[in-house]
């Protein structure tokens, strides 16, 4: 089975692995006949309650290459007995349903508003309400002014600079400046000092650092030293794009918005110790608002503050945080973005314009969510709170091992949804958690065992598990 990711409903929101819906509606309508109840105890983004349900939309069971004959009968391209082409009945067209179920919180939150009703036209119209009255507020965060000095842009992303020290002659250096080569599309390994001419690398320089007030935490605190260095922006009624170094009003509007105090409730809690997280803290992140520049805390908890009475417009929010977090790595050739399952903030970090990233975020979430009605809870695969013999077929995609730190690469979207993820059952290898591999198959075999309880006799399940290690099975 091999299913594209370029799909809405798959775009809509980013997740540590995500199976293709599409891929799975395959392995439903194989096991299983219209109005059975479908389990996945490991949902993820609740990618299998979207499959289940579109088994009864003709025209995308016809995109996987299925045949749909008038009664419903689903045919199949096989190669018969003497080598021909003949199309088998293989199931049946009709939708599915599905219980959904996950031990993190971000990712049942996810599944629901992929997995549960809404009037999509109400959802968006308050949506661009609020967006609307955020922009009006703090649009002028992202002002800049165009290289004639007199009219106004809009900036679409900053791109900063770490600084590192020279060993020679302890003079700063400022990364862009002396490894970024744009002409030709690329970052140097190595580069020279602009003071003394040693030969550096990435390897040979330490960090420089700076110490400011932090109105959240109402303390100094340590950070790597960082500097703007360029600024993408349009200006309206001009065509495309322009490019400049920042100027000193840049630089001023950049204080401005530092020195002030986000008037709205934000997370600014503790980051958790962790396997994957923990490289944070040889930055000196230690709190999970200094994973976001300032402006995209602030216009964040403006939007948030702004939809208590309708909180699934948050799902707005956690599909735009790693796009808006430091995390975003500018590249030379133009296709920045964030590298999945880390934590990694490079040297050259892009920081978007929260407004963008909302609204594209908003585009992409109304083509995915709408008419499915499936279940979603949040509990621990190893002790189900479900009756024995309660589903037709199971599909599972559990956790690989030590391969990926779910509730910590979940941490920065749970903190936004105050909820996090209860680690202590985390089917993981994780020395932080005190996990080994003993550990996760103990824990692993006792969700098994409860897959086992709640399948009915003589039904099926599907498991999809990739770990190049093989003592994970032993």
């Known amino acids: 089975?091999?299913?594209?990711?370029?799909?809405?409903?798959?775009?809509?929101h980013s997740y540590h692995t995500k199976v293709p819906h599409k891929a799975i509606m395959r392995y439903i309508l194989h096991y299983t006949e219209p109005g059975d109840i479908v389990f996945d105890g490991f949902c993820g983004t609740g990618m299998t309650g979207v499959a289940a349900q579109m088994c009864g939309d003709r025209d995308v069971v016809m995109s996987l290459g299925y045949q749909v004959k008038p009664d419903g009968i689903i045919l199949q391209e096989e190669i018969d007995e003497d080598g021909k082409k003949v199309w088998k009945p293989i199931s049946k067209l009709g939708a599915r349903k599905a219980v959904l179920n996950d031990l993190s919180p971000a990712a049942t939150f996810i599944a629901y508003n992929y997995n549960t009703p809404v009037d999509v036209a109400v959802f968006e119209k308050e949506a661009k309400r609020i967006l609307k009255e955020v922009e009006k507020e703090c649009g002028w965060m992202y002002e800049t002014l165009h290289t004639d000095g007199k009219t106004k842009g809009k900036i679409n992303y900053t791109v900063w600079s770490d600084v590192f020290v020279c060993p020679e002659c302890a003079g700063?250096?400022?990364?862009?400046?002396?490894?970024?080569?744009?002409?030709?599309?690329?970052?140097?390994?190595?580069?020279?000092?602009?003071?003394?001419?040693?030969?550096?690398?990435?390897?040979?320089?330490?960090?420089?650092?700076?110490?400011?007030?932090?109105?959240?935490?109402?303390?100094?605190?340590?950070?790597?030293?960082?500097?703007?260095?360029?600024?993408?922006?349009?200006?309206?009624?001009?065509?495309?794009?322009?490019?400049?170094?920042?100027?000193?009003?840049d630089v001023a509007l950049i204080e401005k918005i530092e020195s002030n105090k986000i008037p709205f409730w934000f997370p600014a809690n503790t980051i958790i110790d962790g396997k994957e997280i923990g490289r944070l803290k040889l930055l000196e992140v230690k709190n999970v608002h200094q994973l976001l520049p300032k402006r995209a805390n602030w216009i964040l908890s403006s939007f948030i503050?702004?939809?208590?009475?309708?909180?699934?417009?948050?799902?707005?929010?956690?599909?735009?945080?790693?796009?808006?977090?430091?995390?975003?790595?500018?590249?030379?050739?133009?296709?920045?973005?964030?590298?999945?399952?880390?934590?990694?903030?490079?040297?050259?970090?892009?920081?978007?314009?929260?407004?963008?990233?909302?609204?594209?975020?908003?585009?992409?979430?109304?083509?995915?969510?709408?008419?499915?009605?499936?279940?979603?809870?949040?509990?621990?695969s190893s002790n189900l709170r479900i009756p024995d013999e309660s589903f037709d077929y199971l599909f599972f995609d559990p956790?690989?091992?030590?391969?990926?730190?779910?509730?910590?690469?979940?941490?920065?979207?749970?903190?936004?949804?105050?909820?996090?993820?209860?680690?202590?059952?985390?089917?993981?290898?994780?020395?932080?958690?005190?996990?080994?591999?003993?550990?996760?198959?103990?824990l692993m075999t006792e969700c098994f065992r409860e897959?086992?309880?709640?399948?009915k006799p003589g039904r099926w399940m599907t498991v999809e598990f990739s770990n190049t290690k093989a003592a994970v099975w032993n």
């Open 305 to 380: 503050n702004k939809c208590s009475n309708n909180p699934r417009l948050v799902f707005i929010i956690t599909s735009a945080l790693l796009n808006l977090s430091w995390m975003y790595r500018w590249r030379a050739n133009g296709k920045g973005g964030t590298t999945s399952g880390t934590y990694y903030i490079c040297a050259t970090p892009q920081e978007n314009n929260t407004f963008n990233q909302l609204k594209t975020k908003l585009s992409d979430i109304i083509k995915a969510i709408g008419f499915r009605c499936n279940a979603v809870s949040n509990q621990d």
């Open 399 to 442: 956790p690989f091992g030590a391969n990926l730190m779910y509730s910590e690469l979940s941490y920065l979207w749970e903190s936004w949804l105050k909820v996090l993820t209860d680690n202590e059952l985390e089917a993981i290898e994780n020395s932080v958690q005190g996990k080994g591999a003993a550990e996760y198959r103990q």
């Open 172 to 249: 700063e250096v400022v990364f862009w400046d002396a490894a970024v080569d744009r002409a030709a599309g690329k970052v140097n390994d190595s580069f020279l000092c602009p003071h003394c001419q040693a030969e550096l690398s990435k390897r040979n320089v330490e960090r420089a650092w700076t110490t400011s007030f932090d109105l959240a935490l109402n303390d100094s605190v340590r950070s790597v030293k960082q500097v703007p260095v360029l600024i993408n922006y349009v200006v309206e009624g001009n065509r495309g794009r322009f490019e400049k170094a920042p100027e000193e009003a």
């Open 1 to 12: 089975v091999s299913e594209g990711k370029n799909d809405p409903i798959y775009n809509a």
């Open 451 to 455: 897959a086992y309880r709640v399948l």
